[in-house]
């Protein structure tokens, strides 16, 4: 299987960016554990902090791979760019969410991933991404 992780604006700084919400594990070290737990498993990873930037991975991504999991963080409530791009591209897609957005401030309940979506799994921590990673796998 080959699965892509896409992370979105500011999931670059996970481990320091506000730990009492995101938790205190670099992206990093958890992405190590994952890849070891499931070694049978092609995880690549992409973050950008740029709008345009996810856009050009799920067009390069989008037509070849089995699954992207993406957590497009704060464009999440504000792209029609990417909401756009979900549609065109094939490769089916699971939004991931590390926070409860429904638990949070009213601008977070809107997605414009979630209609594009073959799933969302929200507010398990960085444990989002692995039910994502094994959504797939069964
Ligand atoms: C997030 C939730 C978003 O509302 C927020 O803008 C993020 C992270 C999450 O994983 O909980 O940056 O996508």
Same mark, same amino acid.
């Given at each position: ?57 799920? #067009?390069?991504? &989008? ?13 999440? #409530? ?11 591209? &094939? ?17 977070? #309940?809107?997605?414009?991933?979630s209609p594009n ?5 929200? &507010?398990? &921590? ?13």
């Open positions: 299987k080959k699965l892509i992780i896409i992370n979105g604006p500011n999931l670059n700084l996970l481990g320091k960016r506000e730990p009492a919400i995101y938790g205190s594990l670099t992206f990093t070290e958890f992405l190590d554990e994952i890849k070891n737990k499931y070694s049978n498993v092609d995880i690549d990873y992409y973050q950008s902090n740029i709008e345009g930037e996810i856009i050009d991975k799920l #067009h390069e991504v &989008g037509f070849s791979y089995e699954g992207i999991i993406l957590n497009a963080a704060a464009y999440t #409530h504000t792209s029609v760019g990417i909401g756009d791009a979900l549609k065109a591209i &094939g490769t089916p897609v699971v939004e991931v969410h590390i926070s409860n957005t429904f638990d949070r401030e009213d601008f977070r #309940h809107v997605s414009y991933i979506a073959k799933g969302i799994i929200v &507010g398990f &921590g960085l444990q989002s991404y692995e039910l994502a990673i094994q959504s797939f796998l069964h």
